[in-house]
């Protein structure tokens, strides 16, 4: 899924999740979270967020599991700006110690089983000092467009566009669909599995690793979470070193 024709098109400067509106909130506050402290961003992907932050004055090292990717990390920084360990992030050790982990843009539903994002939690916590924190942004799920007896909802229908997501939801799995074609009917198809998490099983996935909650916002500018929120972003906390 993320191989290299996908890294060379992920970055878009200046807009979509690029855009300076998306972006700076997300890295103002991940800058006002790591304090003095040095940040791990898991699943660091081309640097779209580590970049900017690290440019704060903010050290940010990496782990990613896509060397493609990293690969169009390094056309905007090196490694000893920002190191990077190839590896999974359930599982992969960074050097170093640091105030502040973060996994954004609904990247822990990537992995497929509950088994692996709690070991998600439990690698973030071995990584930070007492007291650090473990930032997640994650979509809510949303089952309610989910009639009884279907398994798919489209969500996008534009000209030359369909988007299209199949439940599985026993396995809480969910396949988002991209579909691109043009006027000769020509299509590529892109596919991303995902597991999705529901806000309280993931403040459970952070207790089992040993984290409180200290907060759940619907964006990363502090809107209140709601009942209509369709994502949030979370900061968990380690207790301080007594
Ligand atoms: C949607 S991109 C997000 C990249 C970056 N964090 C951002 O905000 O732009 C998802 C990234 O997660 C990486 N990834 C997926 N599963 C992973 C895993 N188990 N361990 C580490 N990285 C993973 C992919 O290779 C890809 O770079």
């Excluded at 700076?24 to 970049?51: K, M």
Aim: charged fraction near 20%.
């Amino acid at each position: 899924m993320w191989g290299a024709e996908t890294a060379r098109n992920y970055d878009t400067p200046g807009s979509g999740m690029f855009a300076p509106e998306v972006l700076e909130p997300a890295v103002d506050r991940l800058a006002r979270l790591a304090g003095r402290g040095a940040a791990l961003e898991f699943a660091i992907g081309t640097g779209r967020v580590a970049v900017p932050l690290a440019e704060r004055g903010v050290p940010v090292t990496g782990i990613e599991l896509s060397p493609p990717m990293v690969e169009q990390l390094r056309t905007k920084a090196d490694e000893a700006t920002i190191p990077v360990v190839i590896g999974d992030m359930a599982t992969a050790v960074a050097p170093g110690e640091y105030s502040l982990v973060y996994l954004v843009y609904n990247t822990i539903s990537n992995l497929l089983t509950q088994a692996e994002q709690v070991a998600c939690f439990r690698n973030a916590a071995r990584h930070l000092v007492p007291g650090g924190r473990f930032v997640v942004e994650l979509w809510v799920p949303e089952l309610r467009t989910l009639p009884p007896g279907r398994t798919a909802t489209v969500w996008q229908n534009e000209p030359g566009r369909i988007g299209l997501d199949t439940y599985d939801v026993l396995r809480q799995h969910v396949v988002s669909h991209h579909f691109r074609f043009d006027e000769a009917g020509q299509a590529r198809l892109f596919r991303s599995p995902h597991r999705y998490i529901w806000p309280a099983e993931l403040d459970l996935m952070a207790q089992l690793a040993g984290f409180e909650r200290e907060s759940r916002h619907a964006d990363w500018a502090g809107a209140p979470f709601t009942a209509e929120s369709r994502s949030h972003v979370s900061v968990y906390r380690l207790p301080p070193a007594r």
